[in-house]
């Protein structure tokens, strides 16, 4: 089981920026999906970006063009640079791991709110 710690959320206006950390207890090398997740109230949680180990990055279609995930193998880190912010980007965002097994491990979350 990996720890998953993530960081970075805030409170910002509507059109800035955050980017948030996710750093893993052991080597993300080899871990074959891990990305960042989020879920708003009253919703389901769903997908923002990830990494596949054989099949490079997905970004959720709202994603595209304003967010941006990025790793370093070596920090056992993850970032989700995020811009041109809007409301509806408000939720916990969640940093997850998928191993070999196929079991999910999920951090605590980080709160992102967005100001009109």
């Known amino acids: 089981q990996v720890q998953l710690v993530e960081s970075g959320g805030g409170e910002v206006q509507a059109g800035g920026s955050l980017t948030l950390s996710c750093v893993a207890s052991?080597?993300?090398?080899?871990?074959?999906?891990m990305g960042w997740y989020r879920q708003a109230p009253g919703k389901q949680r769903e997908l923002v970006a990830r990494?596949?180990?054989?099949?490079?990055?997905n970004y959720a279609d709202f994603a595209k063009g304003r967010f941006t995930i990025s790793r370093d193998n070596h920090k056992n880190t993850v970032w989700l640079q995020m811009n041109s912010l809007k409301p509806e980007d408000t939720a916990v965002y969640h940093c997850a791991a998928q191993n070999d097994g196929g079991t999910w491990d999920w951090g605590q979350g980080t709160q992102v709110t967005v100001s009109s």
């Open positions: 990494y596949l180990r054989f099949n490079g990055i």
């Open positions: 052991e080597s993300i090398f080899s871990i074959p999906v």
